[in-house]
Structure formats: C-alpha cells, structure tokens
C-alpha cells in the first residue's frame, strides 16, 4: 500500500515561488516514477512534472524553466519548486505514484498566486 501526503501550498504574489513536497510510504518508492498534477477550478487534472526512478524529469510546456522537480529516495519525498508564479498557476496541486501501476494520488495542497 502506498500512502502520499503534499504539504507546502499557501498564498503568494505573481512573481513569487513555493516549494511543494509529497511523502510517499513504500518500500520500493526508488523504483516508481512520480508526478505533480494541478487541478483549476472549473479545469481538468492536468500534468505539471514527473521525475523517473532514474532521474529523468519531463515538464509541461506552461512550467518550464519556472517549476523544477527532484526527488529523495531516502527521504521517501518528492518536491516541486515553483518560481515566477503567475494567477494562471493557481490550481490543487496533486502528488502522484506511477508508472508503473497501480497508481495512487495525494489528497491535494492549495496553491494560490494573486496580488
């Protein structure tokens, strides 16, 4: 069984960063590819990063070179650096185990950027 718990999301001003962290229970947590999705209101759930079991990230085009994702196997963690925040990254972002299946997900940390 795999349980994800995100902490990190809160308030901030356009131009502004956060750092996002999900722990993950689970043995073989090295072994899972792992990802950050954010859900708008009124939106579908939609991909922001992932991070291999190798170190292979892959970002949506709306982040890149703003947002960064790693990971710490020992820690059984994941994070999300956010930076150059704008309102349209105000979303529920959600933590997320898999490939490969089955996949499990966070319950969701708030995000909002606005002045």
């Known amino acids: 069984q795999v349980q994800l718990v995100e902490s990190g999301g809160g308030l901030v001003q356009p131009g502004g960063s956060l750092r996002l962290s999900c722990v993950a229970s689970?043995?073989?947590?090295?072994?899972?590819?792992m990802g950050w999705y954010r859900q708008a209101p009124g939106k579908q759930r939609e991909l922001v990063a992932t991070?291999?079991?190798?170190?292979?990230?892959n970002y949506a085009d709306s982040v890149k070179g703003r947002f960064t994702i790693s990971r710490d196997n020992a820690k059984n963690t994941v994070y999300l650096q956010m930076n150059s925040l704008t309102p349209e990254d105000t979303a529920v972002y959600y933590c997320?185990?898999?490939?490969?299946?089955?996949?499990?997900w966070g319950q969701g940390t708030q995000v909002t950027v606005s002045s």
């Open positions: 689970g043995s073989i947590f090295n072994l899972y590819t």
């Open positions: 991070i291999t079991s190798g170190g292979g990230t």
């Open positions: 997320k185990k898999g490939p490969p299946r089955p996949y499990y």
